[in-house]
């Protein structure tokens, strides 16, 4: 079944601390949650550790819209800790925001109505499944990007993945979703900042 849907904005945050600084990383995000709780427009968020040895963190968040986005950006205390982390305790990062353009669950397809058709190279796929995915699962049709665990959950996964274009991701989908119960979201990423771009990447900077 294929309906259709409103748009929501994913916003990733993939942050490798220092060695020893992860702790000052949390205990940030401790003190910001009430000063999250105070904005509106924050639809789901969820933290995740790397599958591999680099100790890298993935903030996955998903929002009502830009607007929304900007409004906790410009919060002081988010201001302050994005800044100290930066400064001090943060190794690398990158922050990738865009819009959702499809999604694909058990049963269904739902195309959101965006108004736009996405670039190939603007493409990534947010995999959620209950067991890791293999890598050569993408192979010709994508590029395997980074796996994740659920720090709250040990059976909830998360796998980023390039596509080559918007069949691939389509093909993709179509693949996995049978075969794992997960759920599957295509972005169309509109904003992709780094260490190396950090005059940029602090206008969006995730906790």
């Not at 220092?18 to 789901?44: I, Q, R, T």
């Not at 903030?59 to 009502?64: A, D, F, G, I, N």
């Not at 400064?87 to 959101?112: C, M, N, P």
């Amino acid at each position: 079944m294929s309906v259709n849907g409103d748009a929501l904005i994913g916003l990733f945050f993939e942050v490798t601390p220092h060695l020893g600084h992860s702790e000052h990383y949390f205990s940030f995000v401790e003190k910001l949650k009430p000063e999250l709780a105070k904005h509106s427009g924050l639809v789901w968020l969820n933290r995740y550790e790397t599958l591999s040895d680099d100790c890298t963190l993935l903030s996955y968040q998903l929002w009502e819209n830009e607007k929304s986005i900007e409004n906790w950006r410009n919060n002081k205390m988010h201001r302050l800790a994005q800044e100290a982390g930066i400064k001090a305790h943060f190794k690398d990062y990158r922050i990738r925001v865009g819009k959702r353009v499809s999604l694909w669950a058990q049963g269904e397809t739902i195309i959101l109505n965006t108004g736009s058709r996405a670039k190939p190279d603007s493409l990534l796929l947010c995999v959620q499944s209950e067991a890791p995915i293999p890598n050569d699962t993408f192979a010709k049709i994508g590029s395997f990007e980074s796996a994740y665990c659920g720090l709250s959950t040990s059976n909830h996964f998360v796998t980023l993945v390039r596509p080559i274009d918007l069949f691939c991701a389509k093909t993709i989908a179509s693949m996995i979703i049978s075969d794992l119960t997960c759920k599957i979201d295509l972005f169309e990423i509109s904003r992709d900042y780094s260490m190396v771009k950090n005059e940029l990447a602090s206008q969006d900077v995730g906790r």
